[in-house]
């Protein structure tokens, strides 16, 4: 029979060991929670809030704090509960690496330094968030790559985090759905913006126009410069929203007529090439 001593010095093994592997769980749970927080941005997609995607859905479920503008908040509110909310307005994001003090009208210069202060606070929560250990999601629609915009501000500011990108809808698969035709057909195809068609429209590709601010009647005039005068081009507007979304097509010598006294929103693509023929050969 073992002796009362014994039975101590067992009994006090048993608690060390215990305490040791208490410890041992307790420090890789605190690194698998620290080994979680990540930094990402989300795309929603473009159009109606129906076109986000389940991974998007998910890594806004698995995110603690959010940055969005406040009509993606109402838009995405039952994916958002409980979650902190940050504002996250593109606007601070315009002068990103502007050096304010040698503007020297002093609206702009004004504008400069409000933008900087804004980035700056905005840069110090995303930092502290991630510094807590919790995950961040900037979440914003459409092409967060295509274009520009702050996603690619983001990605310089906070490369040490190494932020990951959740692709969504964009307005160019939208618009494709829209047009309804094949645009590999015409023998491939080009995404640009008015200052790229004078290195590329020399071989008449098929372009997919981003067009942004650019005024419509100057874009087919340089147009009509590279492709014949019957060559197809249609304008898709609102891509991704059901009430507002339409098309109107036309030719490089038709369309301003089609398009006459049309106010063009934000929220347009061009697409000019032979794929939209119904009456071309299939190659």
């Known amino acids: 029979m073992p002796t009362v001593e014994k039975k101590r010095k067992w009994f006090f ?50 995110s603690d704090v959010i940055i969005c ?12 509960s409980g979650k902190t909310i940050i504002d996250g307005s593109g606007s601070a994001w315009r002068t990103y690496r ?44 459409g092409d967060l790559l295509i274009y520009g915009g702050p996603y690619h501000w983001y990605q310089r500011e906070f490369a040490d985090l190494n932020p990951k990108v959740i692709p969504g809808i964009s307005c160019f698969n939208a618009a494709n759905a829209a047009i309804g035709k ?6 491939g195809a080009v995404l640009t913006t008015l200052r790229g068609i004078d290195k590329l429209a020399g071989s008449h590709p098929t372009m997919v126009i981003f067009t942004m601010f650019t005024e419509f009647e100057k874009l087919v005039e ?15 507007f609102h891509a991704g929203y059901k009430e507002k979304e339409h098309v109107v097509k036309g030719r490089l010598n038709t369309i301003l007529k089609e398009t006459k006294d049309m106010k063009f929103p934000f929220e347009h693509l061009v697409y000019v090439g032979n794929f939209m023929d119904e009456n071309r050969q299939r190659r």
Do not use: H, W
């Not at 410890?23 to 927080?37: D, I, K, L, P, T």
């Not at 340089?222 to 898709?236: D, F, H």
């Open 222 to 236: 340089k147009l009509k410069s590279y492709y014949p005068p019957e060559t197809p081009i249609a304008v898709v």
């Open 182 to 187: 094949e645009i590999m057909s015409g023998g």
């Open 98 to 141: 502007n050096a304010c003090d040698r503007i020297d009208d002093p609206e702009k210069k004004a504008r400069c330094l409000k933008g900087k202060e804004s980035r700056k606070k905005l840069i110090s929560e995303i930092r502290a968030a991630i510094a807590d250990g919790k995950t961040v999601s900037v979440i914003g629609s």
């Open 13 to 62: 093994l048993f608690l060390v060991v215990a305490a040791i592997t208490i410890m041992g769980f307790s420090r890789q749970s605190f690194a698998g929670e620290a080994a979680a927080s990540q930094f990402y941005l989300v795309s929603v997609g473009v159009g109606d809030a129906d076109l986000i995607t389940l991974r998007a859905i998910n890594t806004i479920k698995a």
């Open 69 to 80: 503008g406040k009509n993606t908040e109402k838009e995405l509110a039952e994916y958002l």
